[in-house]
């Protein structure tokens, strides 16, 4: 154990830069979005910009092109969270029976990202990397229209992310993901308390 975390802290202190700005400023992004600050978008555009590239080098693929959807879902999320005062933009939920077939429908294309990538590339983890992916893309897409359920997607999509950048030796941004798991708790709680005081007014 205590080698463990001896290798932990090393391999955070030989964190690029670039890394630690791309960890800081998605850190600040989900702190922003669970507080639905206009902001968190411009620093979700900056880390996502980042992931792209240290992605692309560590042979994460499809993550890496799951941030690049980031930085173009940050300019949209931006756009949509403009009009603060708009009804059209209070926090919502979706029923049960669509949240079970968002979450058959990312299972099949999951399994058949991870065996494209398997069979066709040097993808490391490619069923891990495609099912955080794909379930990042509708995860994404909820916050930008302020679904409440986002908030149970991010704690297991972030659980699991842990293991993928741990294993390719990105310990701090590891160490990120099992912080943006207890976030995405925070976030759950105050869209839920919101939720609850918009449906007295």
């Not at 290798?7 to 955070?12: D, E, H």
């Amino acid at each position: 154990m205590i080698s463990f975390f001896n290798s932990l802290w090393g391999g955070i202190v030989e964190t690029s830069f670039i890394e630690f700005v791309a960890v800081f400023s998605t850190t600040i992004y989900v702190f922003l979005a669970a507080k639905r600050m206009l902001l968190c978008w411009l620093f979700a555009f900056i880390g996502s910009s980042l992931f792209v590239y240290l992605c692309y080098i560590s042979q994460l693929y499809i993550e890496s092109i799951l941030q690049l959807f980031y930085v173009v879902m940050a300019v949209i999320g931006w756009l949509s969270w403009k009009d603060l005062n708009s009804n059209h933009f209070n926090i919502k939920k979706w029923s049960f029976y669509k949240h079970l077939i968002i979450i058959i429908f990312s299972s099949i294309i999951t399994l058949n990202l991870g065996f494209i990538f398997d069979k066709y590339s040097n993808q490391v983890n490619p069923y891990i990397d495609a099912g955080t992916t794909c379930f990042s893309l509708v995860a994404t897409y909820m916050v930008t229209k302020k679904i409440i359920g986002n908030w149970i997607y991010w704690i297991f999509i972030d659980l699991v992310s842990m293991y993928l950048y741990a294993e390719r030796s990105y310990y701090l941004t590891a160490v990120q993901y099992g912080v943006f798991s207890l976030l995405a708790l925070y976030g759950f709680i105050t869209w839920q308390n919101e939720y609850k005081r918009q449906n007295k007014c």
